[in-house]
């Protein structure tokens, strides 16, 4: 392989044209070989957009006939596995888009895949890469975090005008990578074992399944988190927020700013008053003399998905040329997927408590 990697996008959606343009922002890692996609008016927008690419209408053509070391996966969640799974067969590194499996049969079979191939499979959490979740990780990093005891984690955003035919009953607790991915990159291996959810169902009467789901998840460890995703109510989103309650105090996690009161911080604040911390502004404005404070992070912080897709890229990229392990391998995929999958059993049996087993708890 050279020095760059000769990237195919599987789907011209919004995100899968959203990828393509990160991938042309990084000229000297990426470059943009090949796109797909069966529906011809997004074929149509990705070939308008991109120059000096390949375009298939299939994505089996692409990944036969395309000369390309890796792919991203950007089609709707139920064909992920299928397709991370034929790239891994032709040697081919993927990015896989989240969530990483549909359904726990095929947590089962993209495990196996992927510790039998011999090429890299990345689950593309890129909120592991938003600035809140760098911050937390830098948090506990300095020892300020202290031990979680309880996390409320809310990913709101109105989704009733989106097109895609999937979204419509897709339900929401499912799309848990977004605000567990995040949670999970904090607490050291302790994964969820258990989970209860209820949805309120189209309790609005807007034609889509769910208006909000709320699941409790538990860890082997005591960690209790509430999960709550609003995807067909009104709201003012995409909005993730996270409140972190530890033995230290409380910090809570939004997008575009942080919030703290945590015992050995409380000199930075004036009246024992909760700490604000903006992510996104500009040079001088940003806060000083905090060791916290990540030159790094405020620069990235501007990009799409608050910076998160880049710096998920750029990790993607660095260890596939270098030959490194995973940044965010499989088991972190599916620790981050399966809860969802159980929630959503969970919510059709009314809440009940639904034990949650990972591949491998099998072996
Ligand atoms: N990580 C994130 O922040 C983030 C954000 C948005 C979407 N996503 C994920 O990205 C994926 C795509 O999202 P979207 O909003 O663009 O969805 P979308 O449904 O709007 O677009 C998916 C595209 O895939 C195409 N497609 C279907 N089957 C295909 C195939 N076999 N090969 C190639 N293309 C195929 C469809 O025609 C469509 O154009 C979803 O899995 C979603 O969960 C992730």
């Known amino acids: 392989m050279s020095d760059k990697i000769k990237l ?31 529906d011809e008016n997004a074929l149509a927008k990705a070939k308008a957009k991109f120059t ?16 390309i070391d890796a792919v991203i996966t950007e089609i709707p969640p139920a064909i992920h596995t299928e397709f991370v799974v034929k790239a891994l067969e032709k040697n081919i590194h993927v990015l896989g888009e989240i969530p990483a499996v549909d359904s726990i049969e095929e947590g089962d079979y993209l495990w196996k895949k992927v510790n039998e191939s011999k090429a890299l499979y990345m689950c593309a959490s890129n909120p592991n890469y938003r600035a809140k979740t760098l911050f937390g990780k830098k948090l506990k ?13 809310e990913y709101m955003h109105d989704m009733r005008k989106f097109k895609d035919e999937w979204r419509k009953t897709y339900e929401s607790c499912r799309y848990c ?16 074992t258990d989970v209860s959810c ?3 169902y189209d309790r609005i009467g807007c034609g889509r399944s769910h208006n909000a789901m709320v699941a409790i998840l538990h860890t082997a460890n005591n960690m209790v988190v509430r999960f709550l ?39 930075f604040s004036a009246n024992n008053d909760f700490l604000e911390i903006p992510f996104t502004p500009g040079g001088e404005s940003r806060p000083s003399g905090m060791k916290i404070i990540d030159e790094d992070l405020f620069r990235y912080a501007h990009y799409g998905h608050n910076g998160s897709d880049i710096l998920m890229m750029e990790d993607f990229a660095d260890a596939v040329l270098n030959n ?8 972190e995929g599916l620790a981050m997927t399966l809860p969802g999958i159980y929630a959503a059993q969970s919510a ?11 591949p491998w708890d099998k072996e």
């Open 8 to 38: 195919g996008v599987l789907g011209c959606g919004p995100r899968g044209l959203q990828m393509a343009a990160i991938a042309k922002l990084m000229p000297e890692r990426f470059v943009l070989s090949a796109m797909s996609d069966p």
């Open 52 to 67: 000096g690419t390949e375009f298939f209408s299939s994505s089996d053509d692409l990944l036969e006939k395309a000369k």
């Open 141 to 153: 990093e300095m020892g300020l975090l202290g031990k979680i005891a309880y996390i409320d984690t």
């Open 177 to 192: 990578t977004h605000s567990l991915g995040p949670i999970l990159a904090l607490t050291d291996g302790d994964v969820f």
């Open 198 to 200: 209820m949805s309120t």
């Open 229 to 267: 995703t609003a995807f067909a109510l009104p709201y003012k989103g995409p909005a993730h927020t996270t409140r972190i309650l530890t033995d230290r105090g409380i910090v809570e996690l939004r997008n575009d700013n942080a919030r703290l009161w945590l015992e050995g911080l409380n000199e």
């Open 324 to 331: 490194k392990p995973s940044p965010i391998g499989i088991r």
């Open 348 to 358: 059709k049996e009314g809440g009940a408590l639904k034990k949650i087993i990972y």
